[in-house]
Nanobody, 126 residues
Framework: QVQLVESGGGLVQAGGSLRLSCSAS????????MAWFRQAPGNEREFVAA????????WYADAVKGRFTISRDNAKNTVYLQMSSLKPENTAVYYC???????????????????WGQGTQVTVSS
């Protein structure tokens, strides 16, 4: 019954901002590490950001540090990705992911996540 559903994607000009949301169902949210990945056409899925179960720690890919912010609201079973100073190279499908173990380590690959959303398209024009 676990389901992750992303929303908030769209078309934005370079330098603009978007906030993505991921709603989770199935009773795993409060115990899971949540993360965002993205995949551009022809590329591999790459890590963007992660947040632990209590929201006390966050991790970011070097490419997005200072521009993207991940947060979560456990009462609403929702994780967010606030994106600012967007660049055309940020164009991708953005995916929400959950690690049910509740533990996370630097460099944890996509294959270690247990659940995935269907993705939301973000397109940044120049």
């Amino acid at each position: 019954q676990v389901q992750l559903v992303e929303s908030g994607g769209g078309l934005v000009q370079a330098g603009g901002s978007l906030r993505l949301s991921c709603s989770a169902s199935g009773g795993i949210f409060t115990s899971a590490v949540m993360a965002w990945f993205r995949q551009a056409p022809g590329n591999e899925r790459e890590f963007v950001a992660a947040i632990n179960r209590s929201a006390g720690r966050t991790w970011y890919a070097d490419a997005v540090k200072g521009r993207f912010t991940i947060s979560r609201d456990n009462a609403k079973n929702t994780v967010y990705l606030q994106m600012s100073s967007l660049k055309p190279e940020n164009t991708a499908v953005y995916y929400c992911a959950a690690d049910k173990s509740g533990f996370w380590y630097t460099g944890q690959p996509a294959s270690k996540y247990d659940y995935w959303g269907q993705g939301t398209q973000v397109t940044v024009s120049s």
